[in-house]
């Protein structure tokens, strides 16, 4: 996190905007750049942050991405903050709908793109639809408004939490809870953890994500917290929508737009997760900054 720095020279003081990172060496380093003898206003502050945040990010990584992706994505996040403040002010205003009817129809949701719009925009519940897909996707609805608003820390609570949104009312056994029984994952080579290995692990990945993020680029991190909530499996149900937005909270956090993962995408994406569980989280780093450059960065022609 960014801070004002003040330092004194030759009877003068003078402030700095500074942050410090642990570099994928394992040392801390410090960035600061000189803002002068007088606080600048909030919206040149803004412009200086933006800036400082650019500077680190290429000693703060791991290497995932390359410099190319991450100069990138850069350049995504520092719009955000020069120009529109909040990543939620430069989404389209179907962003709800699609990622709803993207997330869920990944899982098996029956609901077409117009009945989602339908049920989310207009309240109008499709005629002949199941009661469990019209619910789940209101729960989406339900659970992207709480993790957009949370300023709380990744843990235990928090992850319970959007699970029990997304999984509330449906046929999901286990609702803000973590399994209590063995599970397989259909189509995948992955054997999942026993069950009661599960709350020990979780807190492991807690604590590992508190001490990778100043190692690690935000969407290097994001991409890292999903490929591990996944491999564990902790829920009966409702793990990858749980990723999915866990991954966007991470996101917007660091002031990047939330990214959708599309049903069109499906077996590029879980391949990149088959790809994870053999230890090279890299691939799926690489796929969730594709998708992010795909979505919101249109004036280039070699986003791919």
């Given at each position: 996190?960014?801070?004002?720095?003040?330092?004194?020279?030759?009877?003068?003081?003078?402030?700095?905007?500074?942050?410090?990172?642990?570099?994928?060496?394992?040392?801390?380093?410090?960035?600061?750049?000189?803002?002068?003898?007088?606080?600048?206003?909030?919206?040149?502050?803004?412009?200086?942050?933006?800036?400082?945040?650019?500077?680190?990010?290429?000693?703060?990584?791991?290497?995932?991405?390359?410099?190319?992706?991450?100069?990138?994505?850069?350049?995504?996040?520092?719009?955000?903050?020069?120009?529109?403040?909040?990543?939620?002010?430069?989404?389209?205003?179907?962003?709800?709908?699609?990622?709803?009817?993207?997330?869920?129809?990944?899982?098996?949701?029956?609901?077409?793109?117009?009945?989602?719009?339908?049920?989310?925009?207009?309240k109008?519940a499709?005629?002949?639809?199941?009661?469990?897909?019209?619910?789940?996707?209101?729960?989406?609805?339900?659970?992207?408004?709480?993790?957009?608003?949370?300023?709380?820390?990744?843990?235990?609570?928090?992850?319970?939490?959007?699970?029990?949104?997304?999984?509330?009312?449906?046929?999901c056994?286990?609702?803000?809870?973590?399994?209590?029984?063995?599970?397989?994952?259909?189509?995948?080579?992955?054997?999942?953890?026993l069950?009661?290995?599960?709350?020990?692990?979780?807190?492991?990945?807690?604590?590992?994500?508190?001490?990778?993020?100043?190692?690690?680029?935000?969407?290097?991190?994001?991409s890292?917290?999903?490929?591990?909530?996944?491999?564990?499996?902790?829920?009966?149900?409702?793990?990858?929508?749980?990723?999915?937005?866990?991954?966007?909270?991470?996101?917007?956090?660091n002031?990047?737009?939330?990214?959708?993962?599309?049903?069109?995408?499906?077996?590029?994406?879980?391949?990149?997760?088959?790809?994870?569980?053999?230890?090279?989280?890299?691939?799926?780093?690489?796929?969730v900054?594709?998708?992010?450059?795909?979505?919101y960065?249109?004036?280039?022609?070699?986003?791919?």
């Amino acid at each position: 996190m960014a801070f004002i720095e003040k330092q004194n020279h030759g009877g003068h003081l003078y402030y700095y905007l500074a942050k410090s990172i642990r570099t994928k060496e394992g040392k801390t380093k410090k960035f600061r750049i000189l803002l002068g003898r007088a606080l600048p206003s909030k919206a040149e502050l803004q412009k200086v942050l933006a800036r400082l945040d650019k500077i680190a990010a290429k000693e703060q990584r791991i290497g995932w991405l390359s410099d190319e992706t991450i100069e990138r994505l850069e350049d995504l996040r520092s719009s955000i903050l020069i120009f529109k403040k909040t990543p939620e002010d430069i989404l389209p205003k179907d962003f709800l709908v699609r990622f709803t009817y993207n997330t869920n129809a990944i899982e098996g949701n029956r609901l077409t793109l117009r009945q989602t719009a339908l049920l989310l925009a207009d309240k109008i519940a499709p005629e002949g639809a199941s009661s469990n897909d019209v619910i789940e996707a209101l729960n989406s609805e339900d659970a992207w408004e709480f993790i957009k608003s949370y300023k709380g820390q990744f843990n235990n609570t928090f992850l319970l939490r959007v699970q029990y949104l997304i999984t509330k009312s449906t046929s999901c056994r286990m609702q803000g809870k973590y399994r209590d029984n063995e599970v397989r994952i259909l189509g995948s080579d992955w054997t999942p953890p026993l069950h009661s290995k599960v709350p020990v692990m979780m807190n492991k990945i807690f604590s590992d994500c508190s001490k990778q993020k100043r190692a690690m680029h935000p969407v290097e991190l994001a991409s890292w917290a999903h490929c591990n909530i996944v491999q564990v499996h902790p829920f009966t149900d409702g793990n990858g929508r749980t990723a999915r937005l866990i991954m966007n909270w991470m996101l917007i956090k660091n002031h990047f737009p939330p990214v959708i993962i599309e049903v069109k995408n499906k077996e590029r994406y879980y391949n990149a997760i088959e790809e994870a569980d053999k230890g090279k989280t890299v691939n799926f780093a690489h796929f969730v900054a594709q998708q992010l450059l795909e979505q919101y960065v249109t004036s280039r022609s070699d986003t791919n």
